[in-house]
């Protein structure tokens, strides 16, 4: 059994070891000149990944088609009380900014027929789209509703929001997307 002294010598040297271990071992930093290639991914700091569904009218839209534009990708069902009380402060973000950036309604495992009455009940005007076997809503790894992602014009993610957004939220993080456009 070590004494107390032999204890504290023992941890010296292993942390000793440890930091040297660290300083060896590190890697070179890269200096990237340009922007480096990103990856897709549904997290902050990479491109959102590309999917192409119809809207509830049988139009598509393809993700990477409105780079140009921020997008806000709003993960939601009919099903879901969270999902409904952040919907009126959607539509009227999309009113007063629709005509700067692209909002989409990305539903989860429901049909158009199911679909369509509650955005004419609700008053949707932003485009509802179809994922009826919920494929995009796993590909972005959508576990909680509603969830939403705000992405750049350049198609990188800037965020993920879980939870409901209210018009204050939803307007702040748009105008944070355009700034960083312009």
Same mark, same amino acid.
């Given at each position: 059994m070590l004494n107390r002294f032999q204890s504290t010598i023992l941890i010296l040297f292993v942390a000793l070891l440890g930091g040297a271990? &660290?300083?060896i071992s590190r890697e070179d930093v890269l200096q990237f000149t340009g922007r480096p290639e990103l990856t897709e991914a549904p997290l902050a700091g990479y491109l959102a990944p590309d999917?192409?569904?119809?809207? &509830? /009218? %049988? $139009?598509?839209?393809?993700l990477s088609d409105l780079r140009g534009r921020p997008v806000v990708l709003n993960f939601w069902a009919t099903w879901c009380p969270p999902c409904r009380a952040e919907i009126?402060? &959607? /539509?009227?973000v999309? $009113?007063?900014?629709?005509?700067?950036?692209?909002?989409?309604?990305?539903? /989860?495992? =429901?049909m158009a027929n199911v679909i369509t009455p509650f955005g004419? =009940?609700?008053? &949707?005007?932003?485009?509802?789209?179809?994922?009826?076997?919920? /494929?995009?809503?796993?590909?972005? %790894?959508i576990n909680a509703l509603p969830t939403t992602l705000f992405v750049?014009? =350049? %198609?990188?993610?800037? $965020?993920?929001?879980?939870g409901i957004l209210n018009r204050a939220i939803l307007e702040s993080r748009i105008e944070k997307l355009l700034r960083d456009a312009d």
């Open positions: 271990w &660290i300083v999917f192409t569904l119809p809207t &509830i /009218q %049988g $139009e598509w839209v393809t009126p402060d &959607i /539509q009227r999309h $009113e007063r900014l629709g005509h700067r950036v692209h909002i989409l309604g990305v539903d /989860q495992g =429901e004419l =009940e609700m008053g &949707i005007t932003y485009p509802l789209l179809v994922d009826a076997d919920s /494929q995009v809503n796993r590909a972005y %790894g750049d014009a =350049e %198609g990188v993610v800037r $965020e993920v929001f879980t």
